[in-house]
């Protein structure tokens, strides 16, 4: 009989390739935290409980520390520090695993070769070169940079009025509306899971609450999540939060609110 196996050595281990041992496990349900053992197989949690008499060939003892699922970040501006370090150390140290990026009506895309996308983009500086456009670009630049966490996208509105109109500074034509539309129809389509807006940003204050309803209809339509940026943080906070509210009402599209702050009394655009 020659040597045994790794299998055969792993299934007389109880076939687990990782034991976290000793946790507070708190898994995300609402259920009280207990304190036990995971045995994982195959990178799926196969067991959860007392694992002193199983061993595996990699062990983590997790006495003291909480183990949870990995969190997920709906609101991140990573989207071009995910693109050119996909190390993403800051969030995996959080336990963080998932994020979305493209929040407030700023982000990497769509892009069109202008300077004033600097502007939208978060962390940009001119040693970078924006070798992208489309959002499937976008996407392949970040699965090029092997990010070490799941990254998701949404439209910014903000990248929408800078690619369809010259001067986004001011109110948009019908025609320029249709264009967005048909921007961010592509976008969806090519793999962003919805669209966000920063209604307090020059580029996009003059959107008026129907071209919302507008691009809403379209990312309903995707099944896609709308991330408001609100209007007002000052003494119109409450319209401010209503705008989206409605919108959602009118569309049916799923909405997050991002940065309910009020702030009567700041000054507006300080907030
Ligand atoms: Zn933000």
């Known amino acids: 009989m020659g040597h045994p196996s790794d299998s055969e050595r792993s299934l007389a281990n109880g076939g687990l390739d990782l034991i976290v041992r000793s946790g507070t496990i708190v898994d995300g349900t609402g259920a009280p ?41 709906v609101h991140s501006h990573a989207d071009l520090t995910l693109a050119i370090d996909g190390r993403a150390e800051s969030a995996l140290t959080q ?22 996308y600097a502007s939208a983009i978060f962390g940009y500086n001119r040693s ?42 001011r109110s948009a034509s019908d025609d320029q509306v249709k264009q967005m539309c048909a921007l961010l129809e592509e ?11 920063g209604l307090q940003y020059p580029d996009s204050v003059h959107t008026r609450s129907e071209e919302l309803d507008e691009f809403n209809k379209i990312v309903a339509a995707h099944g896609g999540l709308f991330a408001a940026c609100v209007r007002h943080t000052d003494e119109r906070a409450v319209e401010g939060i209503e705008e989206p509210i409605n919108s959602a009402a009118a569309t049916g599209v799923r909405t997050q609110i991002s940065h309910a702050m009020p702030q009567p009394g700041s000054p507006r655009g300080m907030t």
């Open 33 to 73: 935290p207990v304190t036990a053992d995971i045995g994982i197989s195959g990178g799926v949690i196969k067991k959860i409980g007392d694992l002193s008499s199983v061993t595996a060939a990699d062990e983590i003892d997790a006495t003291g520390l909480v183990v949870t699922p990995g969190i997920i970040d």
């Open 95 to 116: 336990g963080v695993t998932t994020v979305l990026v493209g929040n407030c009506g700023h982000g990497c895309t769509p892009l069109r070769d202008r300077p004033e």
């Open 128 to 169: 970078i070169p924006l070798d992208w456009q489309s959002t499937g670009e976008y996407l392949e630049k970040l699965r090029q940079a092997r990010p070490g966490i799941n990254v998701g996208t949404l439209v910014p509105l903000g990248n929408l009025r800078l690619t369809a109109m010259e001067d986004p500074e």
């Open 187 to 197: 976008a969806l389509d090519e793999g962003a899971l919805g669209f966000s807006c």
